[in-house]
């Protein structure tokens, strides 16, 4: 009788033995001398200014016509912009425009851009601006394109205050950039010449 229960016992635990199967292998740990460092987000780059500007066309544009000769969306042939390398120190040198677009690789707060001429007062203009979390783009559209030969200096300063910030909140540097306008200076127009008669004594 001992025998049979022996063996019976004996059998349930190879049994169990066979369906539990090898125990798993631990898992390995890793080496205690090496601790893993979690990892910082990078700080964004500071604001950086690009600015560009409309060519005028060396010819005249004219848009397309269709099948039935009216002419296709003007914008087609619209020019494009042309970049302005930057020259902090110096002048750019661009063609005649009346349109400037100034764009930023980071928001802006409590900013302003303007345009001043050589007698240092600012020029009138339509100005546009498209603001998002990535930066900013403002175009100035004036209402006659700029002089040849004259320089014209464009100025992103504080509103209120001394300075003005990121989105995230630090300091950004004024920019400035002078552009000298490609061609011989413009003459100013003579006063016109009277046109009454002297009268006789």
Excluded: H, W
């Excluded at 087609?76 to 100034?102: F, R, W």
């Excluded at 783009?137 to 509103?159: H, N």
């Excluded at 003005?164 to 413009?186: C, P």
Aim: with cysteine; glycine share 6%.
């Amino acid at each position: 009788m001992r025998l049979l229960r022996f063996g019976l016992v004996a059998a349930t635990c190879c049994g169990a033995l066979v369906l539990s199967g090898c125990p798993d292998k631990p898992a390995a740990t890793p080496d205690s001398g090496v601790a893993e460092v979690p990892q910082v987000p990078a700080t964004p780059p500071p604001t950086r200014f690009s600015l560009s500007y409309q060519a005028p066309p060396s010819a005249p544009a004219v848009a397309p016509a269709n099948d039935a000769g009216v002419a296709e969306d003007a914008g087609i042939a619209a020019a494009s912009l042309t970049e302005i390398a930057p020259a902090p120190d110096d002048a750019a040198i661009i063609e005649p425009t009346s349109l400037l677009e100034l764009r930023t690789s980071s928001p802006l707060k409590n900013y302003r851009v303007r345009l001043f001429d050589e007698a240092d007062r600012a020029m009138v203009s339509d100005d546009d601006v498209e603001e998002s979390e990535t930066g900013l783009i403002y175009r100035i559209q004036l209402p006659q394109p700029l002089k040849s030969g004259f320089k014209y200096t464009l100025v992103v300063d504080a509103q209120t205050g001394t300075a003005f910030t990121d989105g995230l909140g630090r300091d950004v540097d004024e920019f400035r950039q002078t552009l000298q306008i490609a061609g011989e200076k413009e003459k100013p127009a003579p006063p016109p010449k009277p046109t009454g008669k002297k009268k006789r004594r």
